[in-house]
């Protein structure tokens, strides 16, 4: 006797727009085609040694492998204050206890915020090209996205588009810094515009700063808590991922005054309660061991040496290459070699030239395609020149 069917289930979907992320599919092409992998943003070199080894041996050390503190360990939590009381000596050292919240890569801190303090009906104002993680996880707290374009080369907002978006809906604006995927960075005119934008509102920032440590040509580093009239509204999220070259280890943390941060915990001890302890006694040991932070203070010239030896063998080939202020990705128009859609051309790139990138259009809500695909040069020399080598 055959059993009865079940009927379907009807399963009406929270984000029915949204599929694999660009940067997922970018890397499937390039493992399917063999292709030189410039997409997705992670090095293709290994963290500090000394970073290595301090993991291994607390991977063999009784009790560093049950649950950290939700928060994170307080030892971590008080190096990373520590970093930052050096590093932004014009701001008020933040509170190890009651100021920073260890989080499972700056995504799961983003996340966090977004769900303790969007409502549904809030507006976030959103600068784009933006990193596709914004727009779905606000739709997911019932938040309205309301995009202003950065316009290009150089991707710096135009404050009067701003203005105009801004009202008493505005429950949030969302700051990348340096941006992803154009490496443009706020400045202090910047900040102090967005000071007196939110000046008398309730508005509250969210400052993506996981490329912080990587700024070019001398210029200073700016977070938002270190601008007095934006400190106590703003939550700062970094990236050790970033930092120390090891995207896959997913540790990140967010910095807030005390109320804030109370809420941002109030969804991280459901969200992932805490993250690997082993992997947070390493990253402390290395704060702990660097009291000059010579390894965050290197990293600008480190990665300037990599974008411009990149820039050197691109331009050889006749790319027109947009500015490259921060972060570790190079955006490039292909007008000259084709007048195909970007996303066209990327896989073109890719099947054809044996060079995955990613289109830029996948960073714009309405997949605005303005003809530029993003390079990642955090990688090592040879891979750089053989990938220049291709693209030629």
């Known amino acids: 006797m055959n059993a009865p069917s079940l009927p379907a289930v009807a399963l009406q979907s929270k984000l029915p727009d949204v599929g694999v992320s660009i940067f997922s599919q970018m890397t499937a092409l390039a493992q399917e085609t063999g292709a030189i992998n410039l997409a997705q943003g992670f090095p293709d070199y290994d963290p500090p040694q000394a970073l290595l080894e301090s993991l291994a041996r607390h991977a063999r050390t009784p009790g560093h492998h049950q649950y950290a503190p939700m928060p994170g360990l307080p030892r971590l939590r008080e190096a990373i204050a520590a970093q930052v009381a050096r590093l932004q000596p014009e701001a008020p ?60 080369p150089h991707f710096r907002p135009d404050w009067d588009a701003v203005r105009r978006v801004v009202s008493a809906r ?14 443009a960075v ?52 970094s990236s050790f991922g970033k930092t120390y070259h090891a995207t896959g280890w997913k540790v990140g943390y967010c910095i807030a005054p005390p109320a804030l941060t109370t809420e941002v915990r109030r969804v991280h001890q459901f969200l992932t309660f805490s993250v690997s302890t082993p992997t947070q006694h390493a990253l402390a040991d290395a704060l702990e061991a660097d009291p000059t932070d010579a390894h965050a203070r290197g990293l600008s010239g480190f990665y300037q040496e990599k974008r411009d030896l990149f820039r050197h063998l691109l331009l050889d080939g006749g790319w027109d290459l947009l500015p490259v202020p921060g972060g570790y990705f190079q955006l490039a128009r292909y007008d000259a070699f084709s007048p195909a859609s970007d996303l066209a051309f990327a896989q073109f790139l890719a099947r054809e030239k044996g060079v995955a990138v990613v289109p830029v259009s996948a960073f714009y809500h309405d997949g605005y395609d303005e003809g530029l695909i993003r390079f990642c040069f955090a990688k090592e020399t040879a891979t750089l020149e053989a990938a220049a080598q291709r693209l030629r």
């Open 186 to 237: 706020f400045t202090a005119e910047d900040w102090d515009a967005l000071a007196k934008l939110l000046d008398g509102t309730n508005a509250l920032v969210l400052s993506d700063e996981v490329y912080e440590h990587l700024v070019f040509d001398g210029a200073p580093r700016l977070s938002a808590r270190q601008h007095p009239a934006l400190r106590e509204r703003s939550f700062v999220l």
């Open 93 to 152: 050292a933040p509170d190890p206890a009651t100021e920073i919240t260890v989080t499972a890569g700056a995504t799961e801190a983003l996340y966090a915020v977004l769900a303790a303090v969007v409502r549904p009906g809030d507006e976030v104002l959103v600068f784009e090209p933006a990193y596709d993680l914004y727009g779905p996880a606000i739709r997911l707290q019932g938040g309205v996205p309301r995009y202003v374009r950065l316009p290009a």
């Open 170 to 183: 505005t429950r949030l604006v969302m700051v990348n810094t340096p941006h992803n995927p154009s490496g």
